[in-house]
């Protein structure tokens, strides 16, 4: 059977910690990635030890499971063998024998690399906040249909196809591209010799995994609300991470799905730019990015926060010259949205020690446009949010320690009724909670 992990937010809610702790119960046989690059960023701290991973998938960490990197995502070659030298340098065992690589996953080149930051630099003001990776550059030549593939390097027409794609980016940007196509060449045909024992026909792969009945992990990347076809758009990324993003991108039968996990940060941030309801600069948007160590993984960018921009009583209004980094509280309106889309069976809260020590709690659960309209699902158009409200609820905040707290019992009243409330709120059921950075600081409600 199949499990799926999927960020319910806007990405970084800790979607490699929940893959590695139930990775650790040798419950799977199998952990894939579906879509996105290396601009994915999961963090796995077990035994004193952080291991970060961008392109390849988590369960690399246990030394039983084999992994796949499936047909939606685009592959960086470069990426993929210093994340393995980086992994076997820490000491995790065989992993250039345990990880396998679609022969139909798309390119991600350098050329792209180049072009994605160029694109942003087009776009001034109103930047999306790429990784400026490539990721997507490479997924509008897949989608235009004159992309790359792994299958392809082995092929003759391999480095015409390259040239003349160089050529087009050339005669759009001029001088601005500084990119070698003759140095990438050389580096393909290093590449493509040590692949070569990686490669493998996912569909195949997938079909024999299901057949067999071994069960899979599949680690989703980004958000749902980083969706190309669900998120904030255009302030999203390339590719579908979604439950069925995760369908499409590894050829799974959505009748083996058994589960299909949230990972919900206790707060809300994001990193990029685009509309964010909830956002304020101050002090509780510093504090959260201070204690909950708000940087991203891939990029080391500080992320973003939320919280309300209607102000009461006990929380004080921001100067508007305030050098305050932003942060707040968890948005219920998008998390309803999200569960929607994803259909999920349970949720993972992480990072409630982060909010540990705030007297107040606060989540927001409607939109409150200048017309009185109150917005319950995050709207298709963005301009809609420029001039809403937040409607939020407070909760009495719980001021003594849950790091490290492994049951509910253990965890103070106010602490569970918040989590509860999140339950009633949304209809699903909170089955883990995270309550630090180790691999088993984690509270089980199975």
Sequence with gaps: MTTIILGS?????????????????????????????????????????????????????????????????????????KELSQLEAKGLPRVHERIHVSSR????????????????????????????????????QKASRDGLRIVDMYSDSFEPKLRLLAQGYLKRYGELLKYDVDDELRRFQEYKERLRPHIVDAVEYIRDVQEKGLSVLVEG?????????????????????STGGCIQGLGLSPFNIKNIIGVVKAYTTRVGGGPFPTEQHGEYGTMLQEIGREIGVSTG??????????????????????????????????????????????????????????????????????????????????????????????????????????KWDDLPPQAQKYIEYIESAVGVRVAYVGTGQDRDDMIIRQ
């Design 9 to 81: 937010q806007w990405g970084d809610e800790g979607k490699g910690k929940l893959t590695d702790y139930l990775l650790s119960t040798n419950a799977f046989d199998v952990c894939a990635r579906a879509a996105g690059g290396h601009n994915a960023g999961h963090s796995v701290r077990t035994g004193g030890q952080t291991y970060s991973f961008h392109l390849l998938p988590s369960g690399l960490m246990n030394p039983s499971t084999e992994n796949l990197i499936g047909s939606g995502v685009v592959f960086n070659a470069e990426a993929f063998f």
């Design 105 to 140: 996953c798309h390119l991600n080149l350098a050329l792209h690399a180049a072009v994605d930051g160029l694109s942003e630099a087009e776009l001034g003001a109103n930047q999306i906040g790429t990784t400026k990776r490539g990721i997507g550059p490479s997924y509008s």
């Design 221 to 241: 990347s980004q958000a749902l609300m980083l969706d190309l076809d669900y998120g904030s758009y255009p302030f999203v990324t390339s590719s579908n991470c």
């Design 301 to 406: 960018r500080r992320r973003r926060c939320s919280n309300p921009p209607a102000i009461s009583a006990g929380f004080p209004k921001p100067s508007a010259t305030a050098n305050h980094e932003i942060g707040g509280w968890l948005d219920l309106v998008v998390l309803k949205y999200s569960t929607t889309v994803n259909h999920y069976t349970s949720f993972n809260l992480t990072k409630l020690d982060v909010l540990d020590t705030f007297p107040t709690i606060r989540v927001g659960v409607a939109y409150i446009t200048p017309s009185g309209e109150r917005l319950t699902s995050f709207p298709a158009d963005l301009s809609l949010l420029e001039n809403c409200e937040v409607e939020y609820v407070d909760f009495q905040g719980w001021q003594s320690s849950t790091k490290g707290v492994r």
